[in-house]
């Protein structure tokens, strides 16, 4: 089992910055993917980030977050971390980080085999 814990999400102002982090635990190695995805009320998980492991850490992003995310990984401490800035309104979501045990990751949630409970972020304009 694994378990993935979220946090760093809050309320801030349209063109601030946070920074969120996804702490992992159990029986996880180093050679995971983890991805970061965001629902917002009455829509689908969408994909935001992902890095992958057996890739040399090759990242993705969607791209309306392209060029104002960025995505991370510690791996001695198993945790990653999107850093978000210049939000928008239309960031406003819960933000859900997975693994994927496998190594590649992806921009599908099936891909993934363990989620976080999600921190909700919301950017006021």
């Known amino acids: 089992q694994v378990q993935l814990v979220e946090s760093g999400g809050g309320l801030v102002q349209a063109g601030g910055s946070l920074r969120l982090s996804c702490a992992a635990s159990g029986r996880i190695y180093s050679n995971y993917a983890m991805g970061w995805f965001r629902q917002a009320p009455g829509k689908e998980r969408e994909f935001v980030a992902a890095i992958g492991w057996w890739s040399g850490s090759r990242t993705y992003y969607a791209d309306s977050v392209k060029g104002r995310f960025t995505i991370s990984r510690d791996d001695a401490k198993n945790t990653g971390y999107l850093q978000m800035n210049s939000l928008k309104t239309e960031d406003t979501a819960v933000y859900y980080c997975?693994?994927?045990?496998?190594?590649?990751?992806?921009?599908?949630?099936?891909?993934?085999?363990?989620w976080g409970q999600g921190t909700q972020v919301t950017v006021s304009s």
């Open positions: 997975g693994v994927d045990l496998g190594g590649a990751g992806g921009s599908s949630p099936q891909q993934y085999d363990y």
